[in-house]
């Protein structure tokens, strides 16, 4: 598909994802996050011709962003899950070559301001190095997830990787700079030291050794919940002032895609919360509500209009009422799991629960 005529803009950016759903919605967002700035802003999302197809069962995107496609050189994202180290493999050496000829199609009238990527795509730093165009790699999970892969050599050097979790498991990882001592058990599952995971963790930490060489790192996240571990990795990537139009070269912003918030007591690092999720649950229950009210009374004015929460919170609802502010709750699971929890008295008055 070739993309539409473009109109002049101050700022033309590439958008490369990870052709996956808990990737590509993310940059997504960030997109139209980004397009909602100015209109002067065109955004050019690149997506296989079988993303297309799905996407476009979605609510279309604003004006200034744009679908652009290169041919299905992957597996299909329909069977992926039967063979993920091959569809993996695709990712990485298959889309380089169609994402080039795109580029030079989009060359004309305007050059690309700025390549954003996926940070998964190692390939695209080398291509937009080669073409002189900045380069912002966007990395969609957590800060934390990050920082683990970025000095994987620790646990290496440490003696902690690969391990048999099983065994090993409760031995804690207190060495890497801006996480707080972290059970190995606790770590992201790829860290387990199976052959997949082995194959995957490396490839991985081969693609954050590529962020030094961009000119910004993008996160989906909010500095007050991860300032240390945003501090750490901040002081761990080497930095330069520079403006966006020179040539690349070492990474020169450390973003969050998110607007900032005010600041949240942490109550127990999110790493670790699958080892005691009964306990983080009942944390979540009964001991946020009391920061959140001094939260808000720290807020300055003009008074909140509403409070948004998720349901799973309902300590929320008296909050609101309390203070007179109106409440929206906010589901986010489907809609068939919400109607299951509200009629459980059927469930258990037909038998089906006990």
Known sequence: MEPNNKPTTICHVVAMPYPGRGHMNPMMNFCKLLASKKDEILITFVVTEEWLGFLSSEPKPPANIRFATIPNVVPSEKGRAADFPGFFRAVLTKME????RLLERLDQPQKPSVIMHDTYLMWVVDV????NIPV????????SVFTVFYHFDLLKQNGQFPINVSERGNELVNYIPGIPPTRIADLPAVFSGKVLDIVFVHTACEALSRVPKVQYLLLTSIYELESQTIDAIKAAIPTQSGSASSAPSPSRGLTS???PSPTFSRRRPEIGHAANFPGFYEAAQTKLEEPFKRLLDRLEPPEPGVIIYDTEMPWVVGVGNRRDIPVASLWTMPASVFTVFHHFDLLVQNGHMT
Not at 97 to 100: G, R, T, V
Not at 136 to 143: D, G, H, K, P, V
């Open 97 to 100: 070559e169609p994402f080039e």
């Open 128 to 131: 937009g190095n080669r073409r």
């Open 136 to 143: 912002a790699s966007f990395w969609t999970q957590q800060m």
């Open 257 to 259: 895609a998110l607007p």
